[in-house]
């Protein structure tokens, strides 16, 4: 895969909001621009698409300039070579799924490209739906059909606008695979926009971080996600935290699999596409993790780790207390209650040992 | 049995003032239901004016127009040889004024209903502005198209005062259904007049029904 660069300048200015992005992104893979609602992430994708004629700047792709407002230069959307998943599919209410996808492979065609329709049937499973009118899609099949249409306009770049925003849990399960293997389908960078944490840890590589229209951060998730702290900007999440940690042995006999993360033995339920020696995003919710300051002794939670406390936040208005706990250096984040933090006497820099009661895979929506 | 000159001479005038209408009133509408500009208001006031306006005050100023001393009279005489009041084309080119709020306003609601959305996606699918046009905007606006269609022709059959004052009552050119109707009347050749009035009022009925059931059904599938 290719690695190419997004190259952004540029500044929008609404009545109640302003964007302004200067940032060299390195494309591969999945991106996720990642920031609570109202960021600017939307705007900066339709931005990059050409949607918003409103901007002041310069975006190019790679060698090519999509706007240049000092050289007067703005491509129109559709000579950019960009893909756009709308947050609400828009599919053409006038077609079925079969016209949907024609729609996008007759212009890549006719733009030199070489669309792949039946591949891209396959691919997203949507064999069964061709003949079906648009409109009587459910809210995950026209999801699949969306991008399957952007594939076959077999673009340079593929934008996605929180694909899975509005869907239940058991069809975000559902799509989340097809979204994996979206870069390796349509052969391009994939931009993906979400507020959503644990998608983010799902699907991309390296992320791209806003708040209030500017850019916090950007780079590989697994570096950015240890310098900074995300779960305030994933919005209306309750506080977890997000670990890679290695697979060092799948027992089938038990079900189990351990990794390892900070030095220490995690253990999980196997799943069918771990395999030994691959690095798995880990997501823990504050309140699985409890904290006790002796090892405790025989009891049902498998994962007790010895941990450092680092900082306490804690404030008289509310019952629960944030305690990070760093285990071999990964940050680990405890909510317990403010009657349990006085009682424990918690010092930052105090040894004790976190016990998580649930680990889940990132993106393993169950 | 009323001569039936006048029905067919109101069925054409119809038809080529609806296709006309058609192809000005498209891109008319796209832009009232896209632009931004500051101009649009005094726009869409100018295309609704013949709503409000007494047919004689547009039937005064077009017959002042068409008078072969003004400026578009005299370009027409220079063109066909001819004079163009008191012609078939006096009277389609008064209908299109007369009726281009009944095809406009239809197809802009039409435009504003499905919205920026379809086009969009169009525009990030390499569609260019004409292919979004011509292959979202115009089959997903089907029914508004066929509404306005329907209501102009309706209407260009039933209107009465301008065809009356640009036209006059020439025979197999300007004597259109309305103006035979009168014409009758005031011969007292009531037979004729109920015929040809009741014809107009089970058509005109006829086509209202369907237009709103049209719209009826289009309600209820969105929703």
């Given at each position: 895969m290719s690695a190419d660069r997004l190259s952004l300048d540029i500044a929008l200015t609404r009545k109640t909001f302003s964007l302004k992005v200067r940032e060299d992104v390195a494309l591969a893979g999945v991106t996720a621009v990642f920031g609570p609602s109202g960021s600017g992430k939307t705007t900066l994708l339709r931005a990059i698409a050409g949607l918003e004629t409103g901007g002041e700047g310069r975006i190019s792709f790679g060698e090519t300039v999509w706007q240049d407002s000092a050289a007067g230069v703005f491509v129109p959307a559709h000579k950019r070579a960009v893909a756009y998943v709308f947050q609400d599919a828009r599919l053409f209410s006038h077609l079925d799924v079969r016209g949907n996808l024609d729609f996008a492979a007759k212009r890549a065609l006719q733009a030199g490209r070489i669309p792949d329709t039946d591949a891209a049937i396959a691919a997203f499973g949507i064999g069964e739906l061709l003949?079906?009118?648009?409109?009587?899609?459910s809210g995950g099949e026209s999801r699949r059909v969306a991008l399957a249409r952007a594939v076959l306009s077999c673009p340079d770049l593929m934008l996605l606008d929180e694909p899975l925003n509005g869907l239940d849990r058991a069809a975000r399960r559902k799509i989340l695979p097809f979204l994996k293997s979206l870069a390796e389908h349509s052969g391009c960078p994939v931009l993906y926009v979400s507020h959503d944490l644990e998608e983010v840890a799902a699907l991309a590589s390296s992320i791209v971080v806003m708040e209030a229209g500017r850019v916090l951060a950007n780079g590989p998730v697994a570096e950015i996600g240890r310098s900074l702290d995300l779960g305030p900007l994933s919005e209306g999440a309750e506080p977890a935290s997000l670990i890679e940690a290695k697979v060092t042995r799948i027992d089938s006999d038990s079900g189990l699999m351990a990794l390892e993360a900070g030095g220490e033995t995690l253990l999980l339920p196997t799943v069918p596409w771990a395999r030994e020696a691959e690095k798995l995003r880990l997501f823990i919710d504050a309140r699985d993790v409890a904290i006790a300051v002796e090892r405790p002794g025989p009891m049902s939670i498998r994962n007790v780790l010895p941990a450092r406390v680092g900082r306490i936040v804690s404030s008289d208005t509310a019952a629960d207390a944030l305690v990070d706990l760093s285990i071999g250096g990964e940050l680990i984040r405890a909510q317990i209650t403010r009657h349990a933090l006085s009682e424990l006497h918690l010092e930052t820099g105090q040894e004790v040992f976190a016990l998580m009661k649930s680990v889940r895979l990132a993106g393993d929506f169950r | 049995m009323p001569d039936l000159g006048p029905v067919l001479l109101s069925l054409h005038l119809a038809a080529v003032t609806t296709v006309i209408l058609l192809v000005i009133g498209v891109p008319l509408a796209y832009w009232l239901a896209t632009t931004k500009a500051r101009l649009k208001p005094v726009v869409e006031a100018v295309t609704a004016l013949p709503l409000v306006l007494p047919p004689t005050v547009i039937g005064f100023y077009l017959l002042i127009l068409m008078n072969p001393s003004a400026p578009l009279g005299s370009a027409w005489v220079s063109l066909t040889g001819g004079t163009l009041s008191f012609s078939f084309a006096a009277l389609v080119f008064a209908s299109a004024i007369y009726s281009l709020p009944f095809m406009v306003q239809p197809l802009q609601s039409a435009f504003e209903a499905v919205g920026r959305g379809p086009m969009e996606a169009a525009a990030t699918l390499r569609a260019s502005r004409l292919d979004a046009v011509w292959n979202v905007l115009l089959p997903q606006s089907a029914r508004g198209i066929l509404t306005a269609c329907v209501l102009t022709f309706a209407h260009t059959i039933g209107e009465f005062g301008v065809v009356l004052m640009v036209g006059g009552n020439i025979p197999e050119r300007t004597r259109v259904i309305s103006i035979a109707i009168y014409e009758h009347v005031e011969s007292v050749e009531y037979t004729e007049a109920h015929i040809l009035s009741a014809g107009l009022l089970i058509f005109s009925f006829v086509t209202l029904v369907g237009v709103y059931a049209l719209n009826r059904s289009y309600r209820l599938r969105v929703s």
């Open positions: 003949e079906r009118h648009a409109v009587s899609l | -």
